[in-house]
């Protein structure tokens, strides 16, 4: 038990003491390189529980670290203090098990197992499993304390997949300047963050006053910054063979999207990672309860984020675009371009009839097109298909009325004949399950028992790039690498961390070596060779030819029993027919 304190003795008078007494809302997130390091993040009303004691077997937690001052914020109630321990100096592809909060009242309290995370491989050929979901939020017509009560049922049904990463698609809360609702949200959030770590976007609802790094999204979660603004809002962050980038939609007026848009030319003009994936929450392309192009720049010009970050997608080969903000899934097969109605000088789609496209087919001119995905249903009610019964096209545009946006036309001016079969939709909550095996992509998109009326795989397809070479292979393989380590102790205890180079076998190691009572961080430089046996043929990275791409109806085989698969695969038949839904009237 913790010593009684003066802080605990009012509590107990006022509070209920289980609840407050004990750290909560552990989250894990990525902040830099996912194979050695992690962001330990929790919050307590006990300022002095800001410790992590860690270790690769879970009955010795030998490693302490303590949060510095500037990883501590003190929050608005009933949030506490917010700490996130920066682990640095980890061991690539190794579990480690850890506690926080103080010595003698860590959480989870002995003889609770600890919490763990495994980090990612170093090397780019190991596959990498992510889950994405969005719009977990509440809805706005009920008084539920930020998160839908579907969130927690279905994001826990996605461990199934055993997914390594979690991607969040924004609108995790219902008003973002709510603390109460931030309290909901690492509550519900703990059992599955705690041991999967997150990368995130602010979506609309995520935002509050103040913005920026006073945001209380931003304190809560840590998460890349980007050398733009100094701050969360957009970073990128490499996993695997995979760049990440994460946007923010709420950066779209002429003071903040042109500063956004040139980080994001720039950075994507830098990686030499072979998968691209962008991820941010007002959607590119949408036919839900919010439409392609409703974003409007400084001047009330619609379809802003098509005609400003569609040319980038397309000038860098981004793979993969995942969006949230309507609450529903859908899928569009990859293009080029985009609309005339925004600026544009139209999309080109893969070759075929519109009516009865190939989704496997390339592009018409070789090219490689952007996979955009809407994912919306991680909680907050969706829209489904059953809305487009009565849909009523009243211009001959198509502007239409679409699922709760009773109050008026939603201004989706696409080609409704040509978008219609191009379109992958479905109104179930689910989850994106995305393995990326080196050169092939798998999704499959698993409508869950929550919040349906079974679960069900709703979509599968695949991207696939043959550039993917064995050059890739190892812990990068240019043989030059640095390392920086890291270790605190605490007492008695012998605080030591370890760098490791990033170039293969190279080495780079730190020691702390701490004094009594508290450690120092190590730091080490290393350098190496490409890991011994590995086949790489020494190639550039940055010299990839382009990508080829193909879509496919292909069942996430790892993930199935095979004495299933058949039923299956019929299942994902019937369910593709129901998808693919001819929209118009007539
Ligand atoms: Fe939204």
Redesign the pocket.
Known sequence: MRRPSLFAVVCSLVCAASAWATPFGVRLTHYADPATTMAVSWNSDVPGDNQVAFGTTPDALTTTFVVPAVNTSAMPAPLGTSFSARLSGLSPATTYYYRVGAPGSFYPAPPAAPLSFTTMSDDRCDPVRFVVIG?NRADTSTGAPGVSDLYGGIIGESLAFSPQLFVNT??MVKNGDVPEEWDAMIRASEPTWSTVPSITTQ???DTGDPDGDGALYNRLYELPQNAETDTEDYYAIDVGPVHFVSLNTQHLDASELPAMAGWLDADLAATAQPWRVVFF??AVYSRGN?STGEEEDADGTPGVINRVLTPIFDAHDVDLVLN??SHNYERFVPTLGYDAAFGGTGRTFPAGDKDTIDPAAALPDGTVGTTYVVTGGGGARTTDIPFYDDLVCIDSACTFCTGINLGGCDGDVLDLDQDQANLVYDGSHHYVAIEIDRGVLTATVQATATGNSGAEVIDTFTIAKPSFTSALCGAEGEGEGEGEGEGEGEGEGEGEGEGEGEGGEGEGEGEGEPAEGEGEPGEGEGEGDPPAGCTCAGGDATALPAAGLVLSAIPLISLIPLISLISLISRVQRARRRAIKHLATG
């Open positions: 719009d924004g609108d979506g609309n609802h929450h007002k919010h949230g903000h």
